[in-house]
């Protein structure tokens, strides 16, 4: 249930100064193929940081 007020607010109003992603970020936050590019990197990074720790 919605607090007095907030029924009104617009998400990305001109109030607010969050940035709204474009059309490249959108297509590269839902495209499972470069997510799974981009998992594989991020793991062999993590690798890479453990394994000098160790």
Known sequence: ???YG???IKA???NYTTMTPGPV?????TCVIFQ???FIA???KML????KSH
């Open 48 to 51: 890479v940081v453990v394994s």
């Open 42 to 44: 991020i793991n062999i």
């Open 25 to 29: 970020a959108k297509f590269m936050r």
């Open 12 to 14: 990305y109003g001109n």
């Open 1 to 3: 249930m919605a607090k």
């Open 6 to 8: 907030e029924k009104n």
């Open 36 to 38: 799974i590019f981009r």
